[in-house]
């Protein structure tokens, strides 16, 4: 009776043993058999800028900057700003003008409401000459204040038609609510927006094909509020247009006023276009640029696992 009892045991412990030791297998089998498999990076190519678009975009890039540059020859003829409809000399908003010292030595300074800063060789005077900006900002470089205006204004009238075509087909193609409109999910984002920017943090995927908040507030700004506005503070300093419609100087509070918004609004163009250079190099100048003239954006996806 105990012998068959201890071989009874014997025969339980080695089966339990038999058990843990395929059991054992079993499970290293099943790790073996299951590798992970990764898919890689695939890149997809999208139509991301229509021909109208491109075409208005490139048609723009000599317009402004011979706009920005016979201004600057225009503003130098006068080199001061105002507001109102006269020039208080006395107390200009913003001055750019070479001064004497007691010494005899001619610099450049810059007044900002009342408060002045050397400028030698950058504003007021370079090069030996006295004048607001320097040769190489202006056109014509000399000081021809006749040629600068004449080059002004016709391209002033290029821009516009280019401007009025591009918003007439933004409007009509959607473009503006498809793509530029900021939504209520965009606005809330705006502070993940500006960090992913100041940390230069830029996105992938399906997201880099779509514009951010920052961008569509920024599009937004310059197409329905600053090109507006320069062009009706541009046309209220005509005299002929003050002739024909008055009412559009009063609106602006005065000749020296209209002049003044029209050169902010002339470097809020200034700073968009510097911002906007910086982030088409860092977030990939060639594959931007290749999409800004065939329409074609290559998106990059990520590998998955």
């Avoid at 499970?27 to 890689?40: K, M």
């Avoid at 490139?58 to 920005?68: A, D, G, K, R």
């Avoid at 075509?165 to 999910?185: M, N």
């Avoid at 911002?275 to 003239?293: A, C, E, K, P, Y």
Wanted: net charge positive; aromatic share 10%; charged share 15%.
């Amino acid at each position: 009776m105990t012998v068959s009892i201890q071989s009874e045991d014997v025969v339980s412990r080695g089966a339990d043993q038999r058990s843990i030791v395929e059991s054992s297998s079993s499970e290293a089998l099943s790790t073996v058999s299951t590798p992970v498999v990764t898919a890689p990076a695939m890149s997809e190519r999208v139509y991301r800028h229509r021909l109208l678009v491109r075409i208005s975009h490139w048609l723009n890039v000599p317009f402004l900057i011979i706009l920005i540059m016979s201004g600057l020859q225009i503003f130098n003829a006068h080199p001061a700003l105002y507001w109102g409809d006269r020039s208080d000399r006395d107390r200009p908003l913003l001055s750019i003008r070479p001064m004497q010292t007691e010494g005899r030595d001619v610099i450049g300074v810059t007044t900002i409401l009342g408060h002045r800063f050397e400028t030698t060789g950058v504003l007021g005077y370079s090069h030996g000459s006295g004048r607001a900006f320097p040769a190489w900002a202006t056109i014509p470089s000399a000081k021809w204040l006749a040629m600068g205006r004449q080059w002004h204004l016709f391209f002033a009238w290029l821009f516009l038609i280019n401007g009025l075509i591009f918003a007439a087909y933004a409007l009509a193609s959607r473009h503006v609510t498809r793509d530029l409109a900021p939504t209520s999910q965009d606005l809330r984002g705006i502070g993940t927006s500006l960090k992913d920017h100041l940390t230069l943090t830029h996105p992938t995927g399906e997201a880099a094909n779509r514009y951010n908040v920052l961008q569509k507030l920024a599009y937004m700004t310059i197409v329905f509020i600053v090109a507006p506005l320069i062009v009706l503070t541009g046309l209220a300093m005509s005299p002929t247009i003050d002739t024909a419609v008055p009412w559009l100087l009063t609106i602006f509070g005065g000749r020296q006023a209209a002049r003044t918004i029209h050169f902010l609004a002339c470097f809020s163009f200034v700073g968009f276009i510097v911002l906007h250079i910086l982030q088409v190099v860092l977030t990939g100048g060639f594959n931007n640029l290749r999409s800004m003239v065939t329409g074609w954006f290559v998106i990059k996806h990520e590998a998955r696992y």
